[in-house]
């Protein structure tokens, strides 16, 4: 019972964890904030990007190209 147990948990902890890695490239755009330059912008879609350290919104122009809103 003690193992089987262990493996649900291990298995459990194996989905969380790539929940994570999914939820975190679908937010991290890869792009530095360019007004603090301490974070990589998060992505709501396509082109609404967002800091969360200084709170400035951005507009993705094209490719990696960004301008403040
Ligand atoms: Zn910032």
Known sequence: MG???ELFIQIKEQ???Q??????S??????LC????KTNL???S???LYCEVCGYDFIRIEGN???FK
């Open 46 to 48: 396509a082109e609404d």
């Open 15 to 17: 989905e969380e964890a």
């Open 34 to 37: 360019p007004n603090c330059q």
């Open 65 to 67: 190209h960004i301008r």
């Open 26 to 31: 679908v937010f991290d755009s890869g792009i």
């Open 19 to 24: 929940e994570i890695i999914e939820q975190a």
């Open 3 to 5: 193992r089987m147990k």
């Open 42 to 44: 998060i992505e709501y």
